[in-house]
């Protein structure tokens, strides 16, 4: 069995792949101070909890966006697994071209969100959009090139921003509203930031598809936390929640 874990900002997001059949998932808040044994612990017990024992666990890949925890990271799978992780970073292998200025500064995350894209949807141009800590944007072409895209504050991100540096705006429940006119200040946050990101998914896929494609339309690809709430405009070609998980897979089975 292989365990990947997709570690953001804000959660370990974890999937344990039986061949290409994903049998088990999980989420645990990020802690930076986390030790290689905390982490161990937890994801044995979440493994046994899962009904997949921890021995069976033969690979590990780790796609990690917070450097602080790697070295703990690398040591519980080690010493918890007898296992040495490959770690999606530069000169791993990915089979794709960055056409970034830098192709260093490109995150592990949107790499694997790419890989996963094009192994699930190959031979079309592609836009995935990544509901996370951060919202992200990447444009992929069907010849296997990564663009590029867009970095913006997550949905979470925005309320809280508003939370914190407002003298009277309060958190409010983060969910799908009808109407784009709220009638109270908490109607009217959560219309803010449904409808903006409705707009801004759209805007961004008309631009992109006129500078990248061509015209030519591409699939829309949503994952993400956050990426059911926007359900019901029907913004997306597909949903896939664990995408980034199987573009793990696909990057390890091209480094073996």
């Known amino acids: 069995m292989i365990l990947c874990l997709d570690v953001g900002n804000t959660q370990v997001y974890g999937g344990v792949f039986q061949g290409e059949k994903l049998v088990a998932q999980f989420r645990r808040t990020s802690e930076l101070r986390s030790s290689s ?37 690398r040591a519980c799978a080690q010493k918890y ?47 995935v959009a990544d509901f996370g800590t951060a919202t992200t944007v990447c444009a992929v072409r069907k010849d296997r090139t990564f663009l590029g895209g867009n970095i913006l504050p997550g949905v979470r991100l925005s309320m809280e921003a508003l939370e914190m540096r407002t003298a009277q705006l309060p958190s409010v429940e983060i969910k799908p509203v009808k109407t784009a006119i709220g009638t109270t200040t ?20 008309a631009q992109i598809s006129a500078e990248a494609f061509d015209h030519e339309e591409p699939l829309i690809i949503g994952t993400g936390g956050f990426v059911h709430l926007f359900d019901r405009e029907k913004i997306f070609d597909h949903v896939v929640g664990d995408l980034i998980l199987e573009g793990l897979l696909e990057v390890l089975r091209l480094n073996r």
């Open 81 to 127: 697994f007898d296992i040495e992780p490959l770690v999606l970073r530069p000169g791993v292998k990915t089979g794709l071209k960055i056409a970034y200025r830098d192709p260093k500064e490109v995150g592990s995350d949107r790499i694997a969100d790419a890989v996963g894209a094009l192994k699930l949807f190959p031979g079309r141009h592609l836009i």
């Open 37 to 73: 044994d905390e982490l161990g612990v937890f994801f044995r017990t979440v493994l046994r909890e899962n009904d997949v024992d921890p021995r069976q666990i033969t690979e590990l890949v780790i796609c990690c966006v917070v450097p602080d925890l790697l070295y703990s990271l």
């Open 186 to 205: 908490i109607e009217s946050i959560q219309s803010g930031l449904y409808w903006s990101n409705v707009g801004m998914i759209k805007e961004l896929v």
